[in-house]
């Protein structure tokens, strides 16, 4: 949570932009801890965690004119780097391919300001509170597949489920979440 | 995915399937020929794109739940580094555009008071230029004692690791470094070694030294490192040195070694 007098993520990524390394230490310090945790847990070695946090942060100094706002939070972009990161490693492992990101070359869509506000704005409670009111079977689906990387095909195998309803549980508990952030944005 | 529905492979046409996808895709899950198929799907289609950055936002939520990690200052160091490294050469200070906004107000504002706002806009101007280098200045300075302070703590660490009795690695420069040399500190309390190290030849813009341990043959990545213009370089290391063999310094690529053990020259190494 920033105050009045701290620099917003999107000014300390313009900071970076222009080869400020202060605001990339910044940075750093905001969101470290959160992409740390993440990669953790989902590659359980903390070797790899570090490395993968490593290449998160030298990514944003390199290309932080990549960033679109529109895409979404600067919070959501360091996760999803430090995410997808992750996932390769994951597939590596298993001597998987990686997929390609559908909006990696599209600049014309657009999101509105106020997920970002969401994100930002959320408590550790409302995180909480939201992940403890989904149905077992959904969060497990979406654990599965964010921390644990698994395809839809292997979830479905691990519950003993069809595979449509692996992708109705992803998309039941994903409409969940997002009704927690757009009820934050007020 | 094999058993996908026909349907999905019309990848124009909009339906409750393509959001599925963008479900899956959102937290990671979807395979390679449906990510595929996705993709020529989304760039026609304004809803799916809105539903994948709002998913995505809300598959960033799985992560916030996460207990945070401790602070990892040795990590920060080693980024650091690296990116200050591959920073060119400094950049000017950005043009001040209230200053311009100021003057093209004045412009357009004819009259006795316009005229006397006008004889203030320059004195105002360089004077908004004057704050901005001062505050600029400030940062610096700022920065440059958080640098000191920083390498004070760590030689206040390395001192703590040895005067406790820690493990001690020296290292020796090879013919590549023979002014090179350094130690190694294992603070018996536990946590990260401390690695200092002094006389390194300065690397091209393109390389980083990085610091392996080496245990049974098998070389493991214990941090990146790039010497400084002071006389030596203190670093944290990310791997423990009890039971290895061997630490060495190579010269990697910039980001570190691009496999899972060295390929670059040896500057300087130890036996544990």
């Keep these: 949570v920033t105050t009045a007098s701290e620099p917003t993520d999107e000014q ?8 400020e390394l202060g605001a990339l ?45 529109e895409r979404g939070a600067v919070k959501t972009w360091l996760l999803a780097m430090a995410h997808h990161r992750a996932i390769d490693r ?27 506000q969401a994100l930002a704005q959320i408590t550790v409670e409302e995180v909480a509170g939201a992940l403890g009111s989904l149905p077992p079977e959904q969060r497990e689906t979406l654990e599965l597949a964010y921390f644990g990387g698994r395809s839809q095909s292997q979830i479905a195998e691990l519950q003993g489920v069809p595979l449509g309803t692996v992708k109705g549980r992803t998309r039941l508990g994903l ?4 009704g927690l952030l757009a009820g934050v944005r007020g | 995915m094999s058993n996908r529905p026909d349907h999905v492979n019309q990848a124009t046409d909009h339906d409750e399937t393509f959001e599925e996808l963008v479900a899956a895709q959102a937290v990671g899950s979807l395979g390679s020929d449906d990510a595929n198929r996705l993709k020529d799907h989304v760039r026609q289609c304004a809803r799916c794109r809105q539903l994948l950055a709002e998913y995505r936002s809300a598959a960033t939520v799985l992560a916030l739940g996460l207990e945070q990690s ?7 160091e080693n980024v650091l580094a690296v990116a200050s490294r591959e920073m060119g050469a400094p950049q000017s200070l950005p043009p001040a555009p209230n200053v311009v906004v100021l003057a093209r107000q004045e412009e357009a504002r004819p ?3 316009g005229r006397l706002r006008l004889a203030y806009a320059l004195p105002l101007a360089v004077l908004f230029v004057l704050c901005l280098g001062l505050a600029w200045w400030n940062l610096a300075l700022q920065e440059q004692l958080s640098a000191q302070q920083t390498q004070l703590e760590r030689q206040n660490r390395f001192i703590a690791a040895v005067a406790e009795g820690g493990q001690r690695v020296p290292l020796v420069g090879t013919d590549r470094a023979p002014d090179a040399s350094g130690e190694v500190v294992q603070p018996v309390s536990g946590g990260p070694p401390l690695l200092v190290v002094r006389g390194l030849p300065q690397l091209s813009q393109d390389q980083v030294y990085e610091v392996w341990v080496i245990a049974g043959g098998q070389p493991t990545s214990a941090g990146l490192l790039q010497p400084s213009d002071e006389q030596s370089t203190m670093v944290r290391l990310r791997h423990e040195i009890t039971g290895a063999d061997m630490v060495a310094l190579t010269a990697e690529p910039a980001g570190g070694s691009p496999g899972p053990g060295p390929t670059g020259p040896i500057y300087a190494a130890g036996r544990v």
């Design chain 1, 12 to 19: 300390l990524l313009a900071a970076v932009g222009r080869r």
């Design chain 1, 25 to 69: 230490e910044a940075l750093y310090d905001r969101y470290h801890r959160l992409a740390l945790g993440l990669a953790r847990r989902m590659l359980g070695d903390e070797q790899g965690a570090e490395d993968v946090v490593q290449d998160v942060f030298l990514a944003v100094w390199r290309q932080a004119h990549l960033y679109r706002r």
């Design chain 1, 90 to 116: 994951l597939r590596q492992r298993a001597n998987l391919d990686r997929a390609p990101d559908p909006l990696e070359d599209i600049e014309d869509h657009t999101v509105a300001p106020v997920w970002e």
């Design chain 1, 175 to 178: 409409e969940k979440l997002r």
């Design chain 2, 70 to 76: 401790p602070p990892n200052v040795g990590l920060k």
């Design chain 2, 111 to 113: 009259g006795f008071f």
